[in-house]
């Protein structure tokens, strides 16, 4: 995560900064609704596509909103957080 954070910060760092924490979100939920219209059709090659962009425009909006995302998913890197089971035992959860 960490390695992906800095290489779209030193790419896009600049620009990113102008457009703002509001401008860099409605690009990351435009790009989840092309995953999400990606996912209705199948295609994997397209999904896998969508879900790359989406990771780059999270870590963008991670580096806009100061926020490290390694530590943002840190709680899920052991056991479930809801109920600290691994594999997740968490009632009405899908």
Not at 11 to 32: L, M, N, P, Q, S
Not at 39 to 49: D, L, N, W
Not at 56 to 70: F, G, M, Q
Request: with cysteine; hydrophobic share 35%.
């Amino acid at each position: 995560m960490d390695e992906l954070q800095d290489r779209i910060r030193a790419i896009y760092g600049a620009k990113d900064e102008r457009r703002g924490k509001d401008g860099t979100f409605i690009w990351f939920a435009a790009e989840v609704g092309e995953l999400g219209e990606a996912v209705r059709i199948g295609k994997k090659m397209e999904i896998q596509e969508e879900i790359g962009d989406c990771l780059a425009w999270l870590a963008t909006l991670a580096n806009v909103a100061d926020i490290d995302l390694e530590e943002a998913v840190r709680k899920y890197m052991d056991d479930c957080p809801g109920c600290g089971q691994s594999p997740c035992v968490c009632e009405g959860k899908p």
